[in-house]
């Protein structure tokens, strides 16, 4: 399973485990992520799960489809080209050790 | 004052579990109790009637936290137990087994249950299906068998879902709606007109102003429809879509004043001190208007809301509502309430399927149905949230740029 590293506000970490084909929103809530709240279970109605890919993981997360490119245009923190859904990541082996920043939703 | 009671959230749904994350968020370290009728933890109950149902959602996905996040937090979890009865003055509540619980204060988020047909018109058969809790949904979902009958009574949101679900997984399914068109009570003609064609395209029957007189079953299960214009349709099936109850008998039992719902003022407060209420079952003052809300948006903002109400201070509630509903490749949007509207901006999308019709009361935009169309929803909600006046006509011109006037 791969391991996902969440970086809050003030700097703390968690980490988890995340089945894989399983949504970063998800998990995220499954470990007490604090900020990442996803309001509308991952169906892409709210923007309540926004987080900041990490640069270095950023050519493998990919980039937002249409519908959550334009969803980024409500998050409460600001939008930044590193922006995403986390709901629209799933976990796959490939991301093993990637790094979220969280921002204040 | 010390209060060693715990605080008592009555209703194990979205808006308990909400209150209870909130509870825990302020900084309240108190005993927290949530009693919940159902066998099962807080989950979300919008897949029931969408993926879960269909079954591509695995029913684990569905809850909203994990068992060990309770423990974590110190909330006790007391469920498949009813509360029978409330002693507002006393401070107590019983449950079936018989069971006496104190609280310091109590939220009831009782929430709400689906309208069933009477029994004398064949409510009772079995394979009539409501959905609305886990156990409606994994009941139906080995009912949806390709070919079979499926007969959808209500054409609203819930119904449609329910016959989109069916339609793809090769059921027959006729949606009979008895008002003039479908979504009468929650949509314009245009989003109406839209979902129409969605589902007529999927093979759907639509029969508007058509109403039921019977359902007749063969040896207590469902046989056939007996429409009010002598129609008969064959049904193997069928799913009851015709709006739910706020739960509040346990609330006017406790001489708590409840009409059409619990009723609450801005701070979840309910008419009897200590005790508030939040989700489907209260109802509040809403742009001067008494209102319920049945949503997820609702159970969640008015659940954390009635944690911070359950500690103290807090400003009144004033939501900006937002829906959705997933049928085949189109995914709904609303933002806002139509409630009160006098006309209509249809705005083309840039996509196959999409479009947005733009609510509003004189000049006043008020709410917006996005299908396929994310970027009008999240703008329109901008602009709501704003209140920033909007011109229909930039509205209605597709070469108009929404970010430009949302901002």
């Known amino acids: ?105 | 004052m010390t209060m060693t009671a715990p605080i008592i959230l009555v209703g194990a749904g979205q808006a308990s579990a909400s209150c209870a994350a909130k509870l825990r968020a302020l900084g309240y370290d108190g005993a927290l109790t949530i009693i919940g009728d159902e066998p099962a933890a807080p989950y979300q109950r919008p897949p029931l009637s969408k993926k879960y149902v269909s079954g591509e959602l695995a029913r684990e996905r569905l809850f909203i936290r994990p068992l060990s996040w309770y423990a974590e937090q110190r909330i006790e979890l007391r469920l498949g137990t009813r509360v029978v009865k409330l002693d507002a003055a006393g401070h107590r509540v019983t449950l079936a087994d018989g069971t006496n619980l104190s609280f310091s204060r109590l939220l009831l988020a009782t929430g709400s249950t689906p309208r069933r047909l009477p029994a004398e018109i064949g409510g009772n058969l079995a394979n009539v299906f409501t959905i609305r809790n886990l156990a409606d949904a994994d009941t139906i979902a080995p009912a949806l068998i390709p070919g079979a009958n499926l007969l959808v009574i209500g054409g609203g949101y819930i119904g449609l879902e329910a016959a989109a679900v069916a339609a793809q997984k090769g059921l027959d399914v006729t949606v009979i709606e008895m008002a003039d068109r479908i979504l009468q009570r929650v949509a314009a003609a245009p989003t109406a007109d839209f979902f129409r064609t969605l589902h007529q395209s999927h093979g759907v029957t639509i029969r508007e102003a058509t109403g039921l007189a019977e359902l007749v079953g063969k040896d207590g299960r469902l046989s056939s429809a007996r429409l009010k214009d002598g129609t008969i349709l064959p049904a193997d099936l069928a799913i009851v879509g015709i709006g739910i109850l706020p739960n509040d008998d346990l609330a006017q039992a406790a001489g708590i004043a409840v009409e059409s719902g619990i009723l609450v003022d801005g701070k979840c407060r309910t008419s009897v001190p200590d005790i508030f209420a939040a989700g489907d079952c209260a109802n509040f003052t809403w742009r001067g208007q008494r209102t319920r809300l049945e949503s997820v948006q609702n159970a969640i903002d008015q659940g954390e809301h009635a944690a911070a109400c359950l500690l103290g201070e807090a400003p009144d509630y004033d939501p900006v509502p937002w829906f959705w509903s997933d049928q085949y490749e189109v995914k709904l949007q609303i933002a806002g309430l139509n409630r009160g509207y006098d006309s209509t901006v249809l705005r083309p999308g840039k996509r196959p399927l999409s479009q947005s019709i733009w609510y509003f009361r004189g000049d006043t935009l008020i709410a917006i149905d996005a299908m396929n169309d994310a970027l009008a929803y999240a703008l329109g909600k901008k602009m709501l949230e704003s209140g920033k006046p909007v011109a229909k006509a930039a509205i209605a011109d597709p070469a108009s740029d929404l970010k430009a006037l949302a901002s």
């Open chain 1, 1 to 105: 399973m791969p391991k996902v590293t969440w970086v809050l506000g003030d700097g703390r970490e968690i980490s988890a485990n995340v089945a894989v084909g399983h949504n970063l929103m998800e998990a995220a809530v499954a470990n007490n992520v604090p900020d990442v709240i996803g309001e509308c279970g991952g169906c892409l109605s709210c923007a309540t799960c926004h987080v900041y890919v990490d640069p270095a993981w950023a050519a493998k997360t990919g980039k937002p489809a249409e519908m959550e490119n334009d969803m980024l245009e409500i998050t409460t923190a600001e939008r930044r080209e590193l922006s995403r859904l986390s709901c629209q990541i799933l976990a796959t082996e490939e991301l093993d050790g990637l790094i979220l920043h969280v921002p204040h939703n």
